[in-house]
Nanobody, 120 residues
Framework: VQLVESGGGLVQPGGSLRLSCAAS????????MSWVRQVPGKGLEWVSG???????SYADSAKGRFTISRDNAKNMVYLQMNSLKPEDTAAYYC???????????????WGQGTQVTVSS
């Protein structure tokens, strides 16, 4: 299993970023996928998830600002983040839920993550 995140960067408050996750080594089209984030010194925070059938779910902090999507033909999952806030600053990871709950637990295969920094 391999997950490779990209698309992070430095953005001003109110700006947008689109994160991408390239997945391989498992049956992507059958798997739910989630985005989680982590701030140094704090635990993982689930952000959003998408089932293989396209149903989505969001943490309250992401609702109305973030949109998760997937492309099963390309084995890709995306996170469009709009109206970014300083509190969104974190390392973002895509993750594979091991059960029916997209909020975790997750398969122990992690990519390197992609850093999002929201600052003026």
């Amino acid at each position: 299993v391999q997950l490779v995140e990209s698309g992070g960067g430095l953005v001003q408050p109110g700006g947008s970023l689109r994160l991408s996750c390239a997945a391989s080594g498992f049956t992507f089209s059958s798997s739910a996928m989630s985005w989680v984030r982590q701030v140094p010194g704090k635990g993982l925070e689930w952000v959003s998830g998408i089932y293989n059938d396209g149903r989505t779910s969001y943490a309250d902090s992401a609702k109305g600002r973030f949109t998760i999507s997937r492309d099963n033909a390309k084995n890709m999952v995306y996170l469009q983040m709009n109206s970014l806030k300083p509190e969104d600053t974190a390392a973002y990871y895509c993750a594979i839920p091991v059960g029916p709950d997209m909020r975790g637990p997750f398969l122990g295969s992690w990519g390197q993550g992609t850093q999002v920094t929201v600052s003026s």
